[in-house]
């Protein structure tokens, strides 16, 4: 993204400032006192979204806290495409806090693991991420002003080669423009599926990846802030990813996966812990293509509640009594 960084607008939200640094001040708010929220837990769309036709629409935060049970309580900062780099800026405020969580929870998904994920002029949080950091080293309180991508960002991102698990050779321009279009048949329904699963999925993670080194980075600052943090890797559909891009898609998928956790665990060094629930949910489990359902948030949040148990064991503080085991 050259030439992101000195060339930016400034973008201020109807609401009354960027979303970005209202969670950050929230975030500030809660541990600026002596008694903060035992968890803190940063979320994707998979923590947060609820699909219309889903009945249940409980988020994934309550949900995660009705397993837990007892008295814990908890502070969230949820947007789209979170990753190690912005969640690391708003990490950086505890250093200047009064208290500190006793658990972090934090999602490791494969998508924004992807190269072409961190490349998005917007999704990839690089500019805010920065400006937030910085932020929290001034001690300033901006609510509004954070720097944003110029309108033609997208241009030099449309450009670039997009991987492909069928051997498609595409732009990323061209792949967008299939999966923005409304389909009219059943076929042209399958068609721009099929792309927009290749386009989440394709690319095959090497410990060289960009990704992976910012997971990375990420856990070795977490271990050195002696930060228990519980990763979640959510669910892929795929059971569809398979149908569509065939036998091999499945290990391709787990492979991603497994080698995001194995980062994780070694770069926390002991203090961290993966939900990786990347293949814990079948087709039935999602409201649309890419997003749970009840049910799939469910299944992702008994995986999150057991890690969160499992590291602030370990850590040395039992928490509140686990409401599903009988005195």
Known sequence: MAGLQSVYIRKRNQRGGDPELRQLNSLRKAYGAPNGPELLIFGDSAMWWTNSADTRRQPLPKLVMEGLGGDWRFQSLVGALYGPRIVGAYLSALDHAVSRPEVVVVPLAV??????????????????????AAIVAEGATETEGLPRPPKNALEEYDRLPAPSLFGARRTVGELRLIISATPETAWQKAVRLRHLLDFYNAEKLTPESLGIQLIADFGKRLAANNLPTVAYIPPVNHPLLKAMLGEGALAHLTANADLIEQTFLEATNGLGRVANAVVACDREHFGDPVHLNYEGRSILASAIV??????????????????RVNP
């Open 306 to 323: 057991d890690a969160v148990r499992e590291v602030r064991s370990v850590a040395g503080s039992p928490g509140p009594a686990d409401p």
């Open 111 to 132: 998508r924004t693991t992807t190269t072409l994920s961190l490349q998005h002029p917007s999704f990839s949080h690089e500019l805010e991420s920065e400006a937030i």
